[in-house]
């Protein structure tokens, strides 16, 4: 059982990158799905977190109008586009399993059912 989460890289700012998050012996079906990211010396944030029953999504303020969180159930895998990408976007990017509302689960609160390893994102500027 766990997540993996991919796509990560370089970048300069401006760019974009998707990011993957691909489930394995669990379904998603049941579960919101978070992205959160941790940069050098700063808090860990919750980026963007949605339930994959209804498609509730959080987005932290910091992405809003610039990332977007999508799923593929078919694959059991949650995307994270992220659009105009800048130099504070830099933080490896974890994925993340729970139940709690996605509101909440991105803002520290509920338990995390699985959790995955990152994938590291660097925006140049």
């Known amino acids: 059982v766990q997540l993996q989460a991919s796509g990560g890289g370089l970048v300069q700012a401006g760019g974009s990158l998707r990011l993957s998050c691909v489930a394995s012996?669990?379904?998603?079906?049941?579960?919101?799905i978070g992205w959160f990211r941790q940069a050098p010396g700063k808090e860990r944030e919750g980026v963007s977190c949605m339930s994959i029953s209804d498609f509730d999504t959080y987005y932290a303020d910091s992405v809003k109008r610039r990332f977007t969180v999508s799923s593929d159930n078919a694959k059991n895998t949650v995307y994270l586009q992220m659009n105009s990408l800048k130099p504070e976007d830099t933080a490896v990017y974890y994925c993340?399993?729970?139940?709690?509302?996605?509101?909440?689960?991105?803002?520290?609160?509920?338990?995390?059912?699985?959790w995955g390893r990152g994938t590291l994102v660097t925006v140049s500027s």
């Open positions: 993340a399993a729970g139940k709690e509302n996605p509101h909440y689960y991105c803002r520290g609160y509920g338990t995390n059912d699985y």
């Open positions: 012996g669990f379904s998603i079906d049941d579960y919101v």
